[in-house]
């Protein structure tokens, strides 16, 4: 394909092809091109019947999920605890004015 082909539009690309349906059955339908499947929850469970290391690696991924969520709660306990103590001492409006006086201290800098 030279230049001069694209001036003169000799040169056409190929479009796509129209979709083409079969009927091999009454009422069933099956397209002719491939497209992207959405995922499909029920052949995932079909396939861990049959594949041991599917289930190996999703034991272990929920294992290590579930020790991160142990994990982050043990660490933030502290947290969670002081702050439900100084809302049933203070009541929410004094969390509110708490927040608001160290967003103060934030947005102003330290003087």
Request: net charge positive.
């Amino acid at each position: 394909m030279d230049f001069e082909d694209v001036l003169k539009k000799k040169y056409k690309p190929y479009k796509k092809q129209a979709v083409q349906i079969y009927y091999p059955n009454n009422g069933y339908r099956q397209r002719s091109y491939s497209k992207q499947e959405r995922f499909n929850p029920l052949l995932l469970l079909s396939s861990l019947k049959s594949n041991r290391k599917l289930k190996i690696i999703i034991v272990v991924i929920l294992f290590v999920i579930i020790a991160i969520i142990i994990g982050l709660l043990a660490i933030l306990y502290p947290l969670i605890s002081s702050t439900l103590d100084y809302v049933t001492q203070n009541g929410l409006s004094g969390l509110f004015d708490e927040a608001m006086t160290s967003l103060d201290k934030i947005w102003n800098g330290s003087k």
